[in-house]
């Protein structure tokens, strides 16, 4: 699981933080270059949609 300070930030916004399971966020890579922070955000960005 993975967790930033962005999350309490979000709160500020209205934006509540949730928890997605990683095999659930898998299926949205749309990239199959290295895994980073890059993909991984494009990824949930996708998956919360």
Do not use: W, Y
Request: proline share 6%; glycine share 8%.
């Amino acid at each position: 699981m993975e967790a930033c300070s962005g999350a309490r930030d979000g709160l500020h916004h209205g934006l509540p933080p949730g928890l997605m399971a990683a095999l659930f966020v898998k299926r949205f890579r749309t990239s199959q270059a290295p895994k980073n922070d890059r993909n991984d955000a494009d990824a949930i960005a996708i998956a919360a949609r």
